[in-house]
T-cell receptor
Framework: ELKVEQNPLFLSMQEGKNYTIYCNYSTTSDRLYWYRQDPGKSLESLFVLLSNGAVKQEGRLMASLDTKARLSTLHITAAVHDLSATYFCAVDLSGGSNYKLTFGKGTLLTVNP | DAGVTQSPTHLIKTRGQQVTLRCSPISGHKSVSWYQQVLGQGPQFIFQYYEKEERGRGNFPDRFSARQFPNYSSELNVNALLLGDSALYLC???????????FGQGTRLTVV
């Protein structure tokens, strides 16, 4: 059974600081996704990582994938309050049209002024 | 272009009742997946449909069923509701060959 583990589960940081969220998964996969969820809202796609060594950046967020280590990271640079949300990583084992995601438990990020 | 739409957005049901949730995928998307998100947890996969056929099922009891229509919209049915079925139900649509899933705003189901 595929397990997806995120850490930390809770992260409180000050504005301007840097931090990394880690996502480990237990089965070989070369497709990993990061989503953001605001309270009471749906999931917003942040990054789609499709190969070993993939790195993508958007604003203050950068995601990377190491399929050999079965590890993805989401790095936050110079955090601002607007980044406060829950962040999920998800692994896709099925690919193509047979689509199924397994999510981690999420990291609740709070950025304090 | 409209995104994934789900209805209703909220509903309250009594234990033992039945509920039907609806989802319309993005135009051109032929695959719909359903997820259950209990408060404080990540979404859990329930079903995936592609071209009106069930292609995947998660670890949920037979009380949960779904179908996809010729226009690719989908319904999720839950029978004999339990308190533990209270959750946000999310629908995601994908286009075959495109690996990114787009989620609807969800249906918040409360069972009392």
């Amino acid at each position: 059974e595929l397990k997806v583990e995120q850490n930390p589960l809770f992260l409180s940081m000050q504005e301007g600081k840097n931090y990394t969220i880690y996502c480990n998964y237990s089965t070989t996969s070369d497709r990993l996704y990061w989503y953001r969820q605001d309270p009471g809202k749906s999931l917003e796609s942040l990054f789609v990582l499709l190969s070993n060594g993939a790195v993508k950046q958007e604003g203050r967020l950068m995601a990377s994938l190491d399929t050999k280590a079965r590890l993805s990271t989401l790095h936050i640079t110079a955090a601002v309050h607007d980044l406060s949300a829950t962040y999920f990583c998800a692994v896709d084992l099925s690919g193509g049209s047979n689509y199924k995601l397994t999510f981690g438990k999420g990291t609740l990020l709070t950025v304090n002024p | 272009d409209a995104g994934v739409t789900q209805s209703p957005t909220h509903l309250i049901k009594t234990r033992g009742q039945q509920v039907t949730l609806r989802c319309s995928p993005i135009s051109g998307h032929k695959s719909v997946s359903w997820y259950q998100q209990v408060l404080g947890q990540g979404p859990q996969f329930i079903f995936q449909y592609y071209e009106k056929e069930e292609r995947g099922r998660g670890n949920f009891p037979d009380r949960f069923s779904a179908r996809q229509f010729p226009n690719y919209s989908s319904e999720l049915n839950v029978n004999a509701l339990l308190l533990g079925d209270s959750a946000l139900y999310l629908c995601a649509s994908t286009w075959a060959g495109n690996t990114e899933a787009f989620f609807g705003q969800g249906t918040r189901l409360t069972v009392v």
